[in-house]
């Protein structure tokens, strides 16, 4: 079916990335903008829309942002805070230009090492919890690897799977990540003893579990269809999104951590579109945790309920599989972009900008998602 | 010098308070829409089932089962430096499906511990006046 108002990604770009530079989350912010303005080549003049997310605590405004880079004037932006990470910037700006109120946006995600995973930091100066977490820090539960491991039980519990299962994905997608030296922190490929003599850090969540804590800025820009002809790069087109919830806010608190709002989301985004989990040849899926993966390999209806362990060891998320996935070698490999990096990197494969890593199946469909647990998004990608 | 080391502490407000209290009187309460008698944890201003802002607490029987829990080995706040490992888990309540509460389960060697055990509420004092409702396995 032609779709009417498509929005396309046209340019993408990192800022330096490392574990402490000492850049500013500003700088940061400037580099990836500029990175993104140069692939896509064209200038801020060109920007009539500014999207950012972040944490409340390392927040860059969008018309901060647009005034360090001299954008003259903006239609549309927007600063949230709220959320799945990366994709809520990229939900914002697929609205504003599908709607008509901006026609090239610029999207953002910086983030800062410290203070990232939460944790004392979170609770400030003052000496009591405020909120609703008080019901949770006294307990011990202070970051998203508590409610991690908590998840993964569940999910043993229901389903039988095994520790064993989640190194399994570890291990596959750190293969990506050694084909990816110039982005990767990690250059040797893992073996299931490394992934199960891997240090706990809430049993039976792993330290190769975690996403890698890094100082980083990620920026893509989106505009019509129609600018989208005229620009340098070749266009990768949304065709359907979705974002999804769950009743429950707290995330340790949702009715049921194995169907969590990566299945809200998903059902949403199948039923806006004639694509089929068949037809998708390659996914970025948000390893935050690596069960989060997991979940939306099930979710998307890529695999059985209680079987994304199975189809990860049978080799099928690999890059010779039906389904390479997170073919940078994810967060846990290239570090904390909150999802930005697998709308940067499916982008990257789907227009044939992947360089050496270009995956042999000539991708043309691709799917993204971001988060889990209270609050989840995902979209599908095409080529054409 | 060594500094004492503070427990992380609730901020009881109007919304928390009696479940402190509760707490520190030997009863698990939790809050209880006036209207239609939806329990819901944590507590909010209004009902989430029928949007009542009558709401006041109650108090549950303290039985329950191990919804899911993982054993924490890092301690990402000091007072848990001693503590490790421990079991954090998600019990639900008998009182009503998808009633759930993040908590501790205690008295028990935590690799014993198994998703939807028995279990029943105990008080753990927590320090500065606070006393914590926690879960041990369930009498036979
Ligand atoms: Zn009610």
Same mark, same amino acid.
């Given at each position: 079916?032609?779709?009417?108002?498509?929005?396309?990604?046209?340019?993408?770009?990192?800022?330096?990335?490392?574990?402490?530079?000492?850049?500013?989350?500003?700088?940061?912010?400037?580099?990836?903008?500029?990175?993104?303005?140069n692939d896509a080549g064209i200038k801020p003049t060109d920007i009539d829309g500014v999207v950012v997310h972040s944490?409340?605590?390392?927040?860059?405004?969008?018309?901060?942002?647009?005034?360090?880079?001299?954008?003259?004037?903006?239609?549309?932006?927007?600063?949230?805070?709220?959320?799945?990470?990366?994709?809520?910037?990229?939900?914002?700006?697929?609205?504003?230009?599908?709607?008509?109120?901006?026609?090239?946006?610029?999207?953002?995600?910086?983030?800062?090492?410290?203070?990232?995973?939460?944790?004392?930091?979170?609770l400030g100066p003052q000496r009591g919890i405020p909120g609703n977490m008080q019901f949770g820090m006294p307990y011990?539960?202070?970051?998203?690897?508590?409610?991690?491991?908590?998840?993964?039980?569940?999910?043993?519990?229901?389903?039988?799977?095994?520790?064993?299962?989640?190194?399994?994905?570890?291990?596959?997608?750190?293969?990506?990540?050694?084909?990816?030296?110039?982005?990767?922190?990690?250059?040797?490929?893992?073996?299931?003893?490394?992934?199960?003599?891997?240090?706990?850090?809430?049993?039976?969540?792993?330290?190769?579990?975690?996403?890698?804590?890094?100082?980083?800025?990620?920026?893509?820009?989106?505009?019509?269809?129609?600018?989208?002809?005229?620009?340098?790069?070749?266009?990768?087109?949304?065709?359907?999104?979705?974002?999804?919830?769950?009743?429950?806010?707290?995330?340790?608190?949702?009715?049921?951590?194995?169907?969590?709002?990566?299945?809200?989301?998903?059902?949403?985004?199948?039923?806006?579109?004639?694509?089929?989990?068949?037809?998708?040849?390659?996914?970025?899926?948000?390893?935050?945790?690596?069960?989060?993966?997991?979940?939306?390999?099930?979710?998307?209806?890529?695999?059985?309920?209680?079987?994304?362990?199975?189809?990860?060891?049978?080799?099928?998320?690999?890059?010779?599989?039906?389904?390479?996935?997170?073919?940078?070698?994810?967060?846990?490999?290239?570090?904390?972009?909150?999802?930005?990096?697998?709308?940067?990197?499916?982008?990257?494969?789907?227009?044939?900008?992947?360089?050496?890593?270009?995956?042999?199946?000539?991708?043309?469909?691709?799917?993204?998602?971001?988060?889990?647990?209270?609050?989840?998004?995902?979209?599908?990608?095409?080529?054409? | 010098?060594?500094?004492?080391?503070?427990?992380?502490?609730?901020?009881?407000?109007?919304?928390?308070?009696?479940?402190?209290?509760?707490?520190?009187?030997?009863?698990?309460?939790?809050?209880?829409?006036?209207?239609?008698?939806?329990?819901?944890?944590?507590?909010?201003?209004?009902?989430?089932?029928?949007?009542?802002?009558?709401?006041?607490?109650?108090?549950?029987?303290?039985?329950?089962?191990?919804?899911?829990?993982?054993?924490?080995?890092?301690?990402?706040?000091?007072?848990?430096?001693?503590?490790?490992?421990? #079991?954090?888990?998600? !019990? *639900?309540?008998?009182?009503? +499906?998808?009633?759930?509460?993040? @908590?501790?389960? =205690?008295?028990?060697?935590?690799?014993?511990?198994? #998703?939807?055990?028995? !279990? *029943?509420?105990?008080?753990? +004092?927590?320090?500065?006046?606070? @006393?914590?409702? =926690?879960?041990?396995?369930?009498?036979?």
């Amino acid at each position: 079916m032609a779709k009417k108002n498509r929005v396309a990604i046209v340019g993408v770009g990192y800022s330096d990335v490392s574990r402490g530079s000492g850049l500013t989350l500003d700088k940061l912010t400037a580099q990836s903008s500029v990175a993104a303005m140069n692939d896509a080549g064209i200038k801020p003049t060109d920007i009539d829309g500014v999207v950012v997310h972040s944490f409340p605590h390392q927040f860059v405004s969008s018309t901060h942002t647009a005034a360090m880079l001299g954008i003259p004037d903006v239609a549309f932006y927007s600063g949230n805070v709220d959320g799945a990470a990366y994709s809520v910037a990229a939900m914002h700006a697929i609205a504003a230009i599908a709607s008509g109120s901006a026609e090239t946006v610029l999207t953002l995600r910086t983030v800062h090492k410290a203070g990232a995973a939460g944790g004392a930091a979170m609770l400030g100066p003052q000496r009591g919890i405020p909120g609703n977490m008080q019901f949770g820090m006294p307990y011990g539960s202070f970051t998203g690897s508590h409610w991690a491991g908590m998840y993964m039980q569940r999910h043993m519990a229901m389903y039988g799977s095994t520790e064993e299962d989640f190194g399994a994905f570890a291990i596959a997608q750190r293969k990506f990540a050694v084909a990816n030296p110039t982005e990767s922190f990690f250059h040797e490929e893992l073996t299931m003893d490394d992934y199960l003599n891997s240090r706990y850090i809430a049993k039976p969540l792993h330290l190769l579990d975690c996403d890698y804590p890094v100082d980083s800025s990620s920026a893509l820009i989106f505009t019509t269809e129609e600018r989208a002809r005229d620009m340098k790069q070749k266009p990768v087109f949304f065709d359907s999104w979705a974002n999804g919830t769950t009743a429950e806010a707290d995330f340790s608190l949702v009715r049921d951590m194995t169907h969590s709002s990566p299945w809200m989301a998903s059902k949403r985004m199948w039923s806006r579109t004639d694509l089929k989990p068949s037809d998708v040849d390659t996914a970025g899926l948000y390893d935050g945790f690596s069960f989060i993966a997991m979940q939306w390999l099930e979710a998307l209806g890529f695999c059985g309920e209680g079987e994304s362990g199975a189809f990860v060891r049978s080799g099928a998320t690999s890059a010779t599989g039906s389904l390479p996935t997170n073919t940078d070698g994810g967060a846990c490999n290239v570090g904390r972009r909150h999802g930005a990096n697998f709308f940067i990197e499916v982008t990257r494969q789907l227009r044939g900008t992947a360089g050496d890593r270009a995956l042999p199946n000539k991708p043309e469909v691709g799917v993204v998602s971001n988060a889990v647990g209270g609050f989840a998004a995902c979209a599908l990608l095409t080529a054409e | 010098m060594t500094t004492e080391v503070l427990p992380p502490l609730p901020l009881p407000n109007e919304l928390t308070a009696a479940f402190w209290d509760g707490a520190n009187q030997g009863k698990l309460v939790i809050q209880r829409c006036n209207a239609c008698g939806h329990f819901q944890h944590a507590p909010e201003p209004i009902c989430a089932n029928c949007l009542s802002f009558d709401l006041g607490y109650a108090a549950v029987s303290g039985k329950g089962s191990v919804y899911t829990f993982c054993i924490p080995t890092q301690a990402f706040h000091p007072w848990f430096e001693d503590k490790l490992p421990f #079991v954090l888990a998600v !019990v *639900e309540l008998d009182e009503q +499906p998808g009633l759930k509460m993040i @908590t501790n389960i =205690v008295e028990t060697n935590p690799d014993n511990v198994k #998703v939807g055990d028995r !279990v *029943e509420v105990t008080f753990s +004092p927590l320090g500065e006046g606070f @006393t914590l409702p =926690v879960f041990r396995p369930a009498a036979q």
